[in-house]
């Protein structure tokens, strides 16, 4: 069983840093396609962001994030990043890591395994 543990949310002003991290434990996340979406309040899950598996090296962006997002992953640590700068007001939400047994998605529903979630509130 795969588990998935966010962090690294917080409050931040506009134009700021965060970075959040997403611990993977059962198995190395090399494994899996790896993604980060995000749910404001009173609107869907939206993809943000992902990486394939097997290290193959590609990466999505959801064209809101593209040029100031950045996902990552650390082997050691078995743990993947989502590097997020020049936050916006509109970047604010909850932040899920999720990881895919299959191919890559940018629906929810291709996704296998869900942390709880880490929120993202960025001040104007």
């Known amino acids: 069983q795969v588990q998935l543990v966010e962090s690294g949310g917080g409050l931040v002003q506009a134009g700021e840093s965060l970075r959040l991290s997403c611990a993977v434990s059962g198995r190395t996340f090399r494994s899996y396609a790896m993604a980060w979406f995000r749910q404001a309040p009173g609107k869907e899950r939206e993809f943000v962001s992902a990486?394939?598996?097997?290290?193959?090296?590609?990466?999505y962006y959801a064209d809101s994030v593209k040029g100031r997002f950045t996902i990552s992953g650390d082997n050691a640590k078995n743990t993947v990043y989502l590097q997020m700068n020049s936050l916006k007001p509109e970047d604010t939400a909850v932040y899920y890591c999720?990881?895919?047994?299959?191919?890559?998605?940018?629906?929810?529903?291709?996704?296998?395994?869900w942390g709880q979630g880490t929120q993202v509130t960025v001040s104007s």
């Open positions: 999720a990881a895919a047994r299959g191919s890559y998605s940018r629906d929810a529903e291709g996704y296998n395994y």
């Open positions: 990486s394939t598996s097997n290290g193959g090296g590609w990466t």
